[in-house]
Nanobody, 118 residues
């Protein structure tokens, strides 16, 4: 079965940093676009960062310059380094995968809570 397991969430002070990791299994990782989404209470689930199979990255404007997404195809992991965190970054962060060869094959992790105290 497919599993995406997030880790690294927690409580951090405003201005601080946190690194999230997502470990994937049951997929051909190298052919999946990997994403980080987040959802705050009462808000839509929004794309935060995306890394293509080519290594090209996209970021939401709100995190550009502060967050960095990376992937390690040898370890089947995708990370999100989050710096200069603020209260607006508080959300549940979700790992997402989409197979570029079979785009109907998409998968979600269960999420990890990030809370930024101000």
């Amino acid at each position: 079965q497919v599993q995406l397991v997030e880790s690294g969430g927690g409580l951090v002070q405003a201005g601080g940093s946190l690194k999230l990791s997502c470990a994937a299994s049951g997929i051909i990782f190298s052919r999946n676009t990997m994403d980080w989404y987040r959802q705050a209470p009462g808000k839509e689930r929004d794309l935060v960062a995306r890394i293509m199979t080519s290594g090209i990255t996209n970021y939401a404007d709100s995190v550009k310059g502060r967050f960095t997404i990376s992937r390690d195809n040898a370890k089947n992991t995708v990370d999100l380094q989050m710096n200069s965190l603020n209260a607006e970054d508080t959300a549940v962060y979700y790992c997402h995968a989409r197979d570029i060869f079979a785009p109907r094959r998409e998968y979600w992790g269960q999420g990890t809570q990030v809370t930024v105290s101000s």
